[in-house]
C-alpha cells in the first residue's frame, strides 16, 4: 500500500499546514538546508511502521496525518522489527553510514541510550536478514549489476556480528575498508536480495549521493527506477543536481517519477510539485550551477567575478 498524500500541522520545521501528494513510483525532494526534506523523510518512515498507519488514521488508504502538538519523539517506541502483515514493508537508508560500525552496535543502542535515532537500529536488523531461497528476476538483475559495480556481493557474518565484502576473486574485504560509494551499492544488495525491497515496499534514503562518485550515479539511478517499476514506492532527498536530473532523463515513457521543491515562506516550509525537473521552481540545485558559470565568464573576461 503506497503513501499517497500526507497532511502536516504544525509539525517540527513545518509550521501551519503542509500538504504533498506522492507519486506510486519515485519522489524526489530537494531543497536549501532546514527546508524539512529529512524531518518529512523520517516522519512518512517513522508513521509508515506503526501499526495504525493501515488501519486506525482517518481518510483514504496511504494517507498520513500528523496533527498539532505531535513530534518525532512519540515515534521512538514503536516496534522497530519489519512490518509485514500488512502489505507493506518500509525500509529507511540514513545519510551516515552504519554498518562498518556494526559489531555490538545493536545490543548496545538497545540496552543504552544514544544519539542513534530509531531508523538506525532498523537498519541494523535490515542488513542482518539473510537473502531469500529463491531469487526472482528483478533480485537477480539488480544483483549482478551491484556486483559488476563492486565487484562483489556484501554479507554478513553472525558469528563476529561484522559485514564484509566478498569479491569475485575470493578476497574478503571488511565493510570498514570498503569504499564510501561502493558501501551504498552493497547495502542496497543487501536489502533487495533478503526480499526486503519488493512490490508493496516504500524505501525512503537520504542522500543517496554522498561519497558517490558522479559516474556512478546513472547505474544507482537506473537501479532505483527498476524497483520502483516492480512495485517500490520511493522517497528520496538529495541536494545533487546531478542524481536528480538522472532521474528526469533515464526515465521511460510509463515510470512514475515525481519532483517537489520545499522552500521556506516567512516561518512555513511549502512545495512546488511537478514532473518536468528542469521545470520546477524555486530550484536551487540548477541555480547555483548558473551563478557559478556567470562568474567563470566574468573571470575569463578579465572581471573580480
Not at 108 to 131: C, M, N, R, S, W
Not at 160 to 182: C, H, M, N, Q, V
Request: negative net charge; aromatic residues 10%; proline residues 5%.
Amino acid at each position: 500500500m503506497p503513501i499517497d498524500r500526507v497532511e502536516i500541522k504544525d509539525f517540527r520545521v513545518f509550521k501551519d499546514e503542509f500538504t504533498a501528494d506522492f507519486c506510486l513510483g519515485v519522489n524526489v525532494f530537494i531543497g536549501g538546508n532546514a527546508t524539512g526534506k529529512t524531518t518529512l523523510l523520517k516522519a512518512l518512515y517513522r508513521r509508515a511502521k506503526m501499526p495504525a498507519f493501515h488501519s486506525s488514521i482517518p481518510g483514504s488508504p496511504g494517507k498520513v496525518i500528523f496533527d498539532r502538538g505531535e513530534n518525532l519523539i512519540q515515534y521512538d517506541g514503536v516496534t522497530t522489527t519489519l512490518d509485514i502483515t500488512k502489505g507493506i514493508r518500509p525500509v529507511y537508508i540514513p545519510e551516515k553510514d552504519i554498518l562498518e560500525h556494526a559489531k555490538g552496535l545493536l545490543t548496545f543502542i538497545e540496552q543504552k541510550q544514544t544519539g542513534f535515532g530509531p531508523e538506525y537500529k532498523d537498519v541494523l536488523i535490515a542488513a542482518q536478514d539473510v537473502p531469500t531461497q529463491e531469487q526472482s528476476e528483478t533480485q537477480k538483475s539488480i544483483g549482478q549489476k551491484i556486483v559488476a559495480i563492486i565487484g562483489g556481493n556484501v554479507h554478513w557474518d553472525k558469528g563476529d556480528g561484522s559485514f564484509y565484502t566478498l569479491k569475485t576473486d575470493g578476497s574478503r574485504i571488511p565493510f570498514a575498508d570498503e569504499a564510501s560509494g561502493y558501501k551504498k551499492f552493497g547495502f542496497l544488495g543487501l536489502l533487495v536480495s533478503s526480499g526486503q525491497l519488493e512490490s508493496g515496499s516504500i524505501l525512503f534514503w537520504d542522500e543517496p549521493e554522498n561519497s558517490l562518485n558522479p559516474e556512478l550515479v546513472p547505474a544507482l539511478v537506473d537501479i532505483l527506477l527498476e524497483l520502483s517499476r516492480n512495485g517500490v514506492q520511493i522517497f528520496i532527498a538529495t541536494h545533487s543536481e546531478i542524481l536528480a536530473s538522472y532521474f528526469a532523463v533515464n526515465r521511460k515513457k510509463d515510470d512514475s517519477v515525481m519532483f517537489y521543491s520545499l522552500y521556506k515562506d516567512g516561518d512555513q516550509i511549502k512545495t512546488n510539485i511537478g514532473d518536468r525537473f528542469d521545470l520546477l521552481e524555486p530550484n536551487n540545485l540548477t541555480a547555483e550551477p548558473v551563478k557559478l558559470y556567470k562568474k567563470e565568464i566574468e573571470r575569463g573576461l578579465g572581471g573580480n567575478g
